[in-house]
C-alpha cells in the first residue's frame, strides 16, 4: 500500500524510504517529533506507570512465580521439614487423584450448563430491556441488581432456598403439585449439580443482560427499517442484522465469562462446599479443598494446570473467531 | 517543562513505594504491641476477649495487645500464612489438632523454661496440666478450657413422645430420636453431622462402643495394639449410627456442620443434638425454644453401659518468630489465671481449667450438671485422649468426612468405611515407627 501512493508523489528510488516516515508526521505538526515522543512522553508514562507497575509485579507476578516453584516442590503445610524438588510428582498426583475425572468433568458441565442458558436467556431479556415500556427502569434494576451481590453469598442464599426441609424451593413445588414429597437437593450428587447450575444461571443471566443491552443500544434504527422494508420478519432480522452487529460483543462477553466462570469457586463454596462425597467440586473449588488440606504442592500444580488451559483455550477462541471475522470482511 | 514533570512523577512514584516500605517498619515509641491471633471466633467471643485484653493493658501500660479475629472458617489457614511468613504474630489460639504440624514446622516457642515453677500451675486441673505438655515435656500452649461432648435434648419432645428420661445409650437415642421424627410436621428427631468435622461424631459412636476395650492413652487404639476401627463393635456401631440417620435425621444434614447443627437444635427443629459445651450459650440465646424446653445429658453410652469422652482442647501459644516473647508470656499467664480464665470458661462455656471451677454453683446446675455428672463417674465415662497432635491429623479428617458422607448417601458401605479406617491408621502408625 505505501509503495502504490509512492508513486504519485515522486521518484520510485527514494520515495518507498521516506514513505515509511509518513506515519510519524501524523503523530505531530512535524515529523521530527518521533523522537520527542519515544523519549520524554515515553519517559512520562514510565513514571506515572511505575507505582502501580512495582504493585502488580509484588502482588501478582511474585506471588505467581513463588507459586509456580511450588509446584515442583513437596509442600505441605502440614510438613514444611522437607521441601524438596519432587519434579512433576505434584501433577502427577492431580492426575491420578480419584476425584480428577469428576471434578474435569463437573468443570466442563459448570461452564457450558452456565453459559448457554446465561447467553440465551440474557440475549432475551436484553431484547425485551430495548424496547420502549412503562417503568423499563425498574426492570432495569430488578434485573441488573444480583449482580451487585457476592457469589459466596449467593451460594449461602441459594443452600437455604434448596434446603430439602425448610427451603422455599420445595415448598413452592409441593404447593404447585410438581413433588409430592420434599427433595433432596443439596444431598444427591447430581440434583445438587443442577441446584448449583440453576443458582449460577440466575447470577451470570444480567452481565449478559447489560452487555448484550449496551451492544444492542449501538445497532441503528435504519438498519431495522431497511430490513423491514425488504420484508424481513423476526427471526431473520436476528441472525441477519441484530447478532452480526453486536457479535464483537457477544464474542468477548462469551470469552469473559467462560474465564470468569470456569474461576468462580465462590458459590459452589457457599452452596455445597464441593460436596455431597465431593461430587460437586470444580477444578477450582477442588484446588482450594486441597490448599485447605495444607498440600500447597499439588494446589499450586493444579493452579498452574488452570492457568495454562485457560490459556490455550483464550488463543484458541480468538484465533477461531478472527478468522471468521476475517472470512466476514 | 516535561523533564520536569516527569522528574515529579517519578518523585512521587519513589515516595509512594517509600512511604509503603516505611509504614511496613515497626514503630519503636517505648510501647510494645503484641499482635494476637484468635481461631475459634465468633462476635461475642471476640468482645470477651477484647475486656481480658484490656484489663491486661491496664495493668501492664506499656504493652498493647491487637487482636486479630479472622473469620472462623478460615482461621487457621490464615495463622498459618502468618506463621510461615515468619513476624506479625505473638500470640496465637493454638488447638490440640494444630499444635502437631504447626510445632512440627518449628513455628511455635516452647514456653516450658518460661513457665517453670509458675504459680499457675497449681490451681490448673490434671487435665490442663497433662494437655500443656507433648510428648517430650515442651509446652506449646496453654489450655484455656475443654471441649466435650453432651447429649442436648428437648425435654417437651421426649415426654410427648411417651418417654420419661432422656437416652442414656445409643440405642435409646435411636428409638426416642426415631419416635420424635416426623418430617410431615418439620420436625426431626436428630442434628446428623455429615459434613465438616463428620468423623468426630462417626467415631464417637464407635469408642463408645468398644470403651471396654480402648487404650485410655490413644483413643484410637485397643488395648491389643489394633485400631477400634477393627474391632467386630465398631460395625454395630456405625450400622446404628447409619439407622439414625435414616429413620431419625433430616436428609439435608448429610453436609451439616457445625452451625447447621446448632441452628436445627435452636430454631427448635431436631429433638438431639451432640455437640460441645459452649452451645449452651448460643442455645440459651434462643428465641425459638425456653429454658424450661431443653437440657443436656451427659454423653450416650455403648452397649457396654460405658462410653469414651474424648476431651478436645486449645488454648494460647507463641509465635517462634515472635520478637516479645517475655511479654506474651505476661499475657498467656494473665489469660490462664484467676478471674481471666474463669470469666472466658464461664462467658465462653467451657469446661475449665482451674481446680476452683469444679465448686463454683455456675457449673452444678442447669445445662453444666451434666459435665458435673461425667467428671463424677470416670469409670462409666472414660476419659480419653485422642490422636489429634499427629501432622496427618487435616489429612485423616478430609479423608474420613468424605467418607462418613459417602457412607450416609449410600456410595460406600459400614464395613468399607471401617476397612478402610482402619488400614489407614495401621500404615499411619507403621510409618511412625
Redesign the interface.
Known amino acids: 500500500m505505501p509503495a502504490t501512493s509512492a508513486t504519485t508523489t515522486g521518484p520510485k528510488t527514494s520515495r518507498p524510504v521516506r514513505k515509511q516516515a509518513a506515519p510519524r508526521v501524523r503523530n505531530g505538526p512535524r515529523g521530527g517529533r518521533k523522537r520527542e515522543f519515544t523519549t520524554?512522553?515515553g519517559?512520562?508514562i514510565a513514571?506515572?506507570m511505575?507505582?502501580a507497575a512495582?504493585f502488580v509485579a509484588v502482588f501478582t507476578y511474585y506471588p505467581m512465580i513463588a507459586g509456580s516453584q511450588m509446584a515442583f516442590r513437596h509442600w505441605d503445610?502440614?510438613?514444611?521439614?522437607d521441601t524438596s524438588w519432587v519434579g512433576l510428582d505434584n501433577f502427577h498426583r492431580v492426575f491420578s487423584d480419584p476425584n480428577w475425572g469428576t471434578v474435569l468433568g463437573n468443570t466442563g458441565v459448570w461452564v457450558i450448563g452456565s453459559i448457554v442458558p446465561q447467553l440465551v436467556i440474557g440475549f432475551a431479556l436484553a431484547l425485551w430491556l430495548r424496547r420502549r415500556f412503562r417503568f423499563r427502569g425498574v426492570y432495569q434494576a430488578l434485573i441488573f441488581f444480583p449482580w451487585a451481590i457476592s457469589g459466596f453469598l449467593i451460594g449461602i442464599l441459594f443452600r437455604w432456598m434448596f434446603?430439602?426441609?425448610?427451603g422455599v424451593v420445595n415448598d413452592l413445588l409441593q404447593k404447585a403439585g410438581l413433588i409430592d414429597?420434599?427433595v433432596?437437593w443439596?444431598?444427591?450428587?447430581h440434583k445438587a449439580m443442577i441446584a448449583v447450575l440453576i443458582a449460577n444461571i440466575w447470577y451470570g443471566v444480567t452481565f449478559f443482560a447489560i452487555m448484550i443491552l449496551a451492544a444492542l443500544q449501538s445497532v441503528p434504527d435504519e438498519l431495522y427499517e431497511a430490513a423491514a422494508l425488504d420484508g424481513a420478519g423476526k427471526a431473520r432480522t436476528l441472525f441477519q442484522i441484530t447478532i452480526p452487529y453486536i457479535r464483537v460483543t457477544l464474542v468477548l462477553t462469551v470469552l469473559l465469562r467462560v474465564i470468569w466462570i470456569f474461576n468462580f469457586p465462590d458459590l459452589i463454596f457457599g452452596m455445597?462446599?464441593g460436596?455431597?462425597?465431593?461430587q460437586t467440586h470444580i477444578v477450582t473449588t477442588w484446588m482450594i479443598?486441597i490448599?485447605?488440606?495444607?498440600d500447597y504442592g499439588k494446589a499450586s500444580a493444579l493452579g498452574l494446570l488452570v492457568v495454562a488451559g485457560l490459556l490455550l483455550f483464550t488463543v484458541f477462541f480468538l484465533l477461531a473467531t478472527r478468522e471468521k471475522r476475517e472470512v466476514r470482511s | 517543562m516535561?523533564?520536569r514533570?516527569?522528574a515529579l512523577?517519578?518523585g512521587?512514584?519513589a515516595a509512594?513505594?517509600l512511604t509503603g516500605c516505611s509504614a511496613m517498619s515497626p514503630n519503636a515509641n517505648g510501647t510494645v504491641t503484641l499482635n494476637m491471633v484468635e481461631s475459634l471466633t465468633n462476635p461475642s467471643r471476640t468482645d470477651l476477649l477484647k475486656g481480658l485484653i484490656a484489663d491486661f493493658e491496664k495493668q501492664n501500660p506499656k504493652i498493647k495487645v491487637n487482636l486479630i479475629s479472622p473469620p472462623t472458617e478460615q482461621a487457621d489457614?490464615k495463622i498459618?500464612q502468618m506463621l510461615?511468613s515468619g513476624s506479625g504474630v505473638d500470640a496465637l489460639e493454638v488447638r490440640d489438632i494444630t499444635v502437631?504440624?504447626w510445632s512440627?514446622?518449628?513455628w511455635l516457642y516452647d514456653m516450658a523454661k518460661d513457665l517453670k515453677g509458675w504459680q499457675g500451675w497449681n490451681a490448673m486441673t490434671e487435665n490442663a496440666v497433662k494437655a500443656s505438655e507433648d510428648a517430650k515435656g515442651r509446652t506449646f500452649f496453654v489450655p484455656y478450657g475443654f471441649y466435650g461432648l453432651s447429649l442436648f435434648y428437648r425435654k417437651d419432645l421426649i415426654k410427648d413422645a411417651g418417654f420419661s428420661k432422656p437416652p442414656a445409650s445409643w440405642d435409646q437415642l435411636l428409638k426416642q430420636a426415631s419416635a420424635i421424627n416426623d418430617?410431615a410436621k418439620?420436625r426431626?428427631g436428630y442434628a446428623f453431622r455429615?459434613?465438616?468435622n463428620a468423623n468426630s461424631n462417626a467415631t464417637a459412636i464407635i469408642e463408645a462402643y468398644v470403651a471396654d476395650k480402648v487404650d485410655l492413652a490413644n483413643g484410637y487404639k485397643l488395648k491389643n495394639g489394633r485400631t477400634i476401627f477393627s474391632a467386630p463393635e465398631a460395625l454395630d456401631a456405625l450400622k446404628t449410627y447409619l439407622t439414625l440417620f435414616k429413620k431419625a435425621s433430616?436428609?439435608?444434614s448429610?453436609?451439616w456442620g457445625y452451625p447447621e447443627m446448632v441452628e436445627a437444635f435452636s430454631n427448635g427443629?431436631t429433638a438431639f443434638l451432640l455437640q460441645d459445651p459452649e452451645v449452651i450459650a448460643t442455645v440459651s440465646e434462643s428465641k425459638s425454644i425456653s429454658k424450661e424446653q431443653w437440657d443436656t445429658a451427659p454423653l450416650v453410652a455403648g452397649p457396654s453401659g460405658k462410653t469414651v469422652q474424648p476431651l478436645a482442647t486449645a488454648g494460647w501459644g507463641i509465635a517462634k518468630g515472635s520478637k516479645h516473647k517475655a511479654e506474651t508470656v505476661k499475657l498467656i499467664k494473665f489469660l490462664s489465671q484467676g478471674k481471666a480464665s474463669t470469666d472466658f470458661t464461664k462467658k465462653n462455656s467451657l469446661v475449665p481449667i482451674l481446680k476452683s471451677a469444679t465448686e463454683d454453683p455456675f457449673y452444678k446446675t442447669g445445662p453444666w450438671s451434666s459435665y458435673v455428672t461425667m467428671t463424677k463417674h470416670p469409670d462409666t465415662y472414660l476419659n480419653v485422649s485422642q490422636p489429634r497432635g499427629v501432622?496427618?491429623w487435616?489429612?485423616w479428617e478430609?479423608k474420613s468426612d468424605?467418607d462418613v458422607?459417602?457412607m450416609v448417601?449410600g456410595?460406600m458401605s459400614p464395613k468399607e468405611l471401617l476397612t478402610g479406617w482402619d488400614a489407614y491408621w495401621t500404615k499411619k502408625w507403621e510409618q511412625e515407627k
Do not use: C
Open positions: 520524554r512522553r519517559l512520562l513514571a506515572f511505575a507505582p512495582i503445610l502440614n510438613d514444611l521439614t434446603n430439602s426441609e425448610f414429597e420434599p433432596a443439596l444431598a444427591d450428587p455445597t462446599g460436596g455431597p462425597n465431593n479443598k490448599t485447605q488440606q495444607g | 516535561r523533564r514533570t516527569a512523577a517519578l512521587t512514584a509512594m513505594v489457614q498459618q510461615q502437631g504440624p512440627n514446622n518449628g418430617p418439620r426431626y455429615g459434613g465438616a433430616p436428609k439435608s448429610v453436609s427443629s501432622t496427618w487435616s489429612e478430609q468424605a458422607q459417602k448417601t456410595k
